[in-house]
């Protein structure tokens, strides 16, 4: 009688032992598929929040360099077809749209904020799965970035070796079509003068050897310098003429370039090809290396195909306002003339 007891007392032990095993599993099992869902909420957050950034600085990119304030139609739709090459999980991956008038403001002239939803007022939030059994089956997610352009006082791409002086009680150079400056100086009758040459030092950041001399001149003028040369930098000049790397560095620039035609930036439609980027500098001793201090920075199109020896021509072209990669500081200089983005928020 007693050992039947026992073991009725086991076996209803062991069905108790089943439930709550079965409960724990089940528990284990919904976590795992909470976890899931909330992969794909932060995997979709992390995406419209790259999709944001990308945008904002595309819509920032709109400067207008002669008033140092962003053209709105034209970040607007710069904005909404960058946001459109991005992705993000909503059901599956989609590309992302946006609305260029709802979700791309201006907090200021020179600032460009763009919001990028997948929200259940859009018709595309996020769709969960395992979280539909507790009465949730999509959440909104959303992510807002802001973008800023400023003068720079640092240029990390694309620095020509060419180094103009700058213009007498510093005014700035001037950009109209009618305005022509050569690069190059001290050019007389029985005078080769002087490009206005700098000696850039080693930089890690490109596909130069270590090296100046005329080998570098070259590569640099084609392709640029490019580690950061910062307002206040001091910089070697290039001692000698260097006729043959400068002409056939920027034939091969104008060779380079869709438009061949143009001598004047405002009606070119050209890749960039025939623009580059300079320092400005205060004097420059065309006798033997010295050093130079940076000034500001300056944008220059090339108007002509080098023509002949060079021996006694300058480089001619035109100052112009432009966008470039660099840095800009906390107090950046008025009118170098080159603006670069970055986000602010």
Avoid at 61 to 76: C, K, L, M, N
Avoid at 186 to 213: I, K, M, R
Wanted: charged share 20%; aromatic share 8%.
């Amino acid at each position: 009688m007693t050992q039947r007891i026992d073991q009725g007392q086991r076996r209803g032990d062991e069905g108790a032992v089943l439930v709550w095993v079965a409960c724990f599993l089940m528990a284990a099992l919904w976590c795992v598929a909470l976890a899931v869902d909330i992969g794909k909420v932060m995997a979709a957050k992390t995406e419209l929040q790259a999709a944001a950034d990308a945008a904002a600085l595309a819509g920032a990119s709109a400067i207008d360099p002669d008033t140092g304030e962003i053209v709105q139609d034209s970040a607007r739709v710069r904005a909404a077809a960058v946001a459109f090459k991005n992705e993000a999980y909503e059901g599956v991956t989609t590309p992302i749209v946006i609305d260029p008038t709802a979700d791309v403001e201006f907090p200021t002239p020179n600032r460009v904020r763009v919001t990028v939803r997948r929200e259940d007022a859009t018709g595309n939030p996020v769709i969960l799965h395992f979280a539909q059994t507790v009465g949730i089956p999509n959440l909104d997610v959303r992510a807002r970035a802001t973008a800023e352009a400023q003068q720079l006082t640092d240029i990390c791409e694309g620095l020509a070796p060419f180094a103009p002086t700058q213009p007498p009680d510093g005014i700035p150079f001037s950009t109209d079509c009618d305005s022509t400056y050569l690069l190059k100086i001290g050019a007389q009758e029985n005078e080769q003068g002087n490009f206005q040459l700098l000696d850039y030092p080693d930089c890690n950041e490109d596909g130069y050897s270590p090296g100046g001399g005329a080998n570098a001149v070259h590569y640099y003028t084609v392709n640029g310098y490019d580690c950061c040369i910062g307002i206040g930098d001091e910089i070697a000049t290039q001692p000698g003429n260097e006729v043959g790397p400068v002409r056939d560095a920027l034939r091969d620039r104008w060779d380079a370039d869709t438009d061949r035609v143009s001598d004047c930036y405002q009606t070119y439609t050209g890749n960039g090809s025939r623009v580059f980027n300079t320092p400005i500098i205060e004097t420059f001793d065309v006798n033997g290396k010295k050093m130079v201090r940076i000034l500001g920075f300056a944008a220059f199109f090339l108007r002509e195909r080098p023509q002949g020896s060079m021996s006694q021509q300058g480089v001619a072209g035109q100052f112009i306002k432009m966008v470039a990669p660099g840095n800009d500081g906390d107090d950046p200089p008025v009118d170098t003339g080159i603006y670069g983005v970055h986000l602010v928020e």
